[in-house]
């Protein structure tokens, strides 16, 4: 079955570490990706997403993503992260096979130390 | 505007009894996507409806059900409950949730607590 894999569950960064949240799913063709992340509190929110072109793709709050598609990943990025990502952040893919649902990663807890 | 409304936001539930969820999405949306979340097991879609119509289930038992008005609110039951069921519902509304390029916008969840 067609899954999306989040390989870590837990990260634990002191602030102005860079970031890096794997994700990768396991079908080939045309995919729609997604990063969403949900602040303590607060609603999912779309963090940033991939269509088509720039396999380079940048969001809300300097986060930024790169599709791999030859390794099937879509990592997060951030260059030097603060206290005020911490959340949780979910990889979510949808393509046809998927009749356009979201398959979703089991998420990443992202935990900054002040 | 207004988002995704979710009412209610917490409740506690004994085994057995079946429970009733709503969804107002964003005025618009016709699509309206329902998924439980729970630590460790992330978002699992349970359905997503259109225009009062089931396009897509996820594989949940069928003590799971829903349906969505001529308005596009939509509602959740989730029959003779277990404490499994336990779980935050989240309800994502989108313009058409049929084609790749649409972007849900998520309610901020009933809590559903099972004793």
């Known amino acids: 079955a067609q899954s999306v894999s989040q390989h870590n569950h837990h990260v634990i960064l002191s602030e102005a570490a860079s970031l890096e949240l794997g994700c990768n799913y396991s079908y080939g063709g045309t995919v729609n990706l997604f990063w969403y992340v949900q602040y303590p509190g607060q609603h999912l929110q779309l963090l940033l997403k991939y269509f088509s072109g720039d396999p380079l793709v940048k969001g809300i709050k300097g986060f930024e993503a790169e599709f791999i598609k030859s390794k099937f990943s879509f990592n997060l990025r951030k260059p030097s992260v603060q206290w005020s990502d911490t959340a949780e952040y979910f990889c979510a893919v949808n393509a046809g096979w998927s009749n356009y649902q979201l398959i979703w990663g089991a998420g990443t807890k992202l935990i900054i130390k002040p | 505007k207004a988002g995704v409304t979710q009412t209610p936001r917490y409740l506690i539930k004994t085994r057995g009894q079946q429970v009733t969820l709503s969804c107002s999405p964003i005025?618009?949306?016709?699509?309206v996507s329902w998924y439980q979340q729970t630590p460790g097991q992330g978002l699992q879609f349970l359905f997503e409806?259109?225009?009062?119509?089931?396009?897509n289930k996820g594989n949940f038992p069928g003590r799971f059900s829903g349906r969505q008005f001529s308005n596009s609110r939509s509602e959740m039951n989730v029959s003779t409950l277990e404490l499994g069921d336990s779980a935050l519902y989240l309800c994502a509304s989108s313009l058409d949730g049929q084609t790749g390029a649409n972007v849900l916008t998520f309610g901020a969840g009933s809590r559903l607590t099972v004793l």
């Open positions: 409806y259109f225009s009062e119509t089931q396009r």
């Open positions: 005025s618009g949306h016709r699509s």
